[in-house]
């Protein structure tokens, strides 16, 4: 089946310092999305990226959709402590079919 | 945006036993998905649960198993039967909702089971 190439596994960073991560897969997908799951909770949509080679920003968060349409990458700047949880990277199939990456812990220490 | 309620928020189960999850959307959608994250795992893809039809199942998912109903456009309920501590994982319900023009998945905040 599909599956989604997530690194790194788990992060543990100093508040304030910048953070990236990616996916990558050998299929090609339509719309790449990044999601945040913090404990107890379900995964919460932070960007979404539905062109090859698009980059998008949500306030300290930046994602670009790859122009092979095969990777994705999510960069946090100047880390602060609610950062974190379990960020997951989700490929859309045909219709509404999402694959998912394994996810990235990021830990933040103070 | 949709907003997704599930309960049991999170239960412990004995072996053997059947569990229903419900699933209340406070808007209609034609498309309710069921997903499962095992500890520490990403999520899987369950079933697709039609309203008005039978859910579709992913590979390795059968109905007796993972039984849904879908009686309306905002709610549906999926079943863990004769559970087993295999089991034991956070099972969410998401639906569709639209992002800058397209539809992207907004999910539950999930039920956690665990069997003993």
């Known amino acids: 089946g599909q599956q989604l190439n997530q690194s790194p596994q788990s992060m543990f960073i100093q508040e304030g310092e910048d953070v990236s991560m990616n996916c990558t897969s050998s299929?090609?997908?339509?719309?790449w999305l990044w999601y945040k799951q913090d404990p107890g909770e379900g995964p919460v949509l932070l960007i979404a990226?539905?062109?090859?080679?698009e980059l998008t920003s949500n306030g300290r968060l930046t994602a670009q959709f790859g122009i092979t349409r095969k990777d994705s990458f999510l960069n946090i700047s100047a880390s602060i402590p609610s950062d974190v949880g379990i960020y997951f990277c989700?490929?859309?199939?045909?219709?509404?079919?999402?694959?998912f990456g394994a996810g990235t812990i990021l830990r933040v220490k103070s | 945006s949709a907003v997704i309620s599930q309960k049991p928020s999170r239960d412990i189960c004995q072996r053997g036993t059947s569990l229903t999850i419900q699933c209340q959307v406070d808007?209609?959608?034609?498309?309710m998905f069921w997903y499962r994250q095992q500890p520490g795992q990403s999520l899987t893809l369950i079933a697709t649960?039609?309203?008005?039809?039978?859910?579709?199942?992913e590979s390795g998912f059968v109905i007796d198993k993972f039984p849904i109903s879908r009686p309306n456009l905002t709610f549906s309920t999926l079943t863990v039967s004769n559970m087993s501590p295999e089991d034991s994982s956070i099972y969410l319900c998401?639906?569709?909702?639209?992002?800058?023009?397209?539809?992207?998945?907004?999910f539950g905040a999930g039920s956690r089971l665990t069997v003993l």
């Open positions: 808007s209609q959608v034609t498309m």
């Open positions: 649960a039609n309203q008005g039809s039978e859910a579709t199942y």
């Open positions: 990226l539905y062109k090859a080679g």
């Open positions: 998401s639906v569709e909702r639209e992002s800058s023009g397209a539809n992207v998945l907004t």
């Open positions: 299929s090609i997908f339509n719309t």
């Open positions: 989700a490929g859309l199939l045909y219709g509404n079919k999402l694959v």
